[in-house]
C-alpha cells in the first residue's frame, strides 16, 4: 500500500539554523510529491511540489528515488517558519492524496 | 464564495449522537475530498467525489461514516453514533476537475469533540 512516513511529530531548531523535515514514501511507481504547509490559524496549503523543482520561501526538496524520500529543507530557518508541514503523496492515475502524520515544526528566537 | 467554506467551526456532542458537517466547495471544482486531521494520525483519507461519478469512499473508517453530495456542489459528511475516538477536526477540500498539480484547496475545517 502506499504510505508516507514524517518519522519526528516534532522538530525544533533556532533561527538562522538549517532545517531539514524528512519524508519517506513507500510506492514503486512514480510518484509525485509535495508539501503541504498549515501555519497557526491558517488553512492547509500547499508550498511546494517536486515536479516544479521550486523553491518556496527558501523551501527547497529533493525527491530521491533510491532512498524513497522527500526531505524538505531550508539553509536558514526564520520565526515565521514554525507550521505544521505536511508530506503528501499522489500516486500514478490517482485522484486522491496520501499525507504523512506531520511535523511541527517551532523556530526559537 | 473565494474558498472553501465548512460549517459548523465547532461542533460538541455527546457520545451516541449524530452529526451532520457540512462542506461548500469552490465555485466550478468538481472534485471534493473529506479528510480527517488527528493528533498521531495526521491527516486521513476519508472519502472523494468526482462529478456524477461513483465516490471513492475506501478512506471511510466504519460503517458509521456516510457522505454525500447533492447536485455536484455541497456535501454532507455524516457521522452515526459518534464516539470519543471520531474526536477530530473534519477537512473538506476541493480541486479542478483533474487534480494536476497536486493542489487541493482546504477549508478551515470543522472541530468535532464527542464527550
Known amino acids: 500500500a502506499q504510505r508516507v512516513t514524517q518519522p519526528e511529530k516534532l522538530l525544533s531548531v533556532f533561527k538562522g539554523a538549517p532545517v531539514e523535515l524528512k519524508c519517506n514514501y513507500s510506492y514503486s511507481g512514480s510518484p509525485e510529491l509535495f508539501w503541504y504547509v498549515q501555519y497557526s490559524r491558517q488553512r492547509l496549503q500547499l508550498l511546494l511540489r517536486h515536479i516544479s523543482r521550486e523553491s518556496i520561501k527558501g523551501f527547497t526538496a529533493d525527491l530521491n528515488k533510491g532512498e524513497t524520500s522527500f526531505h524538505l529543507k531550508k539553509p536558514f530557518a526564520q520565526e515565521e517558519d514554525s507550521a505544521m508541514y505536511y508530506c503528501?503523496?499522489?500516486?500514478?492515475?490517482?485522484?486522491?492524496?496520501?499525507f504523512g502524520q506531520g511535523t511541527r515544526l517551532t523556530i526559537n528566537p | 464564495g473565494a474558498g472553501v467554506s465548512q460549517s459548523p467551526s465547532n461542533k460538541v456532542t455527546e457520545k451516541g449522537k449524530d452529526v451532520e458537517l457540512r462542506c461548500d466547495p469552490i465555485s466550478g471544482h468538481t472534485a471534493l475530498y473529506w479528510y480527517r486531521q488527528s493528533l498521531g494520525q495526521g491527516l486521513e483519507f476519508l472519502i472523494y467525489f468526482q462529478g456524477n461519478s461513483a465516490p471513492d469512499k475506501s478512506g471511510l473508517p466504519s460503517d458509521r461514516f456516510s457522505a454525500e453530495r447533492t447536485g455536484g456542489s455541497v456535501s454532507t459528511l455524516t457521522i452515526q453514533r459518534t464516539q470519543q475516538e471520531d474526536s477530530a477536526v473534519y477537512l473538506c477540500a476541493s480541486s479542478p476537475r483533474v487534480l494536476k498539480t497536486g493542489e487541493l484547496f482546504f477549508g478551515e475545517g470543522s472541530r468535532l469533540t464527542v464527550l
Open positions: 503528501a503523496l499522489q500516486f500514478q492515475g490517482a485522484q486522491k492524496l496520501v
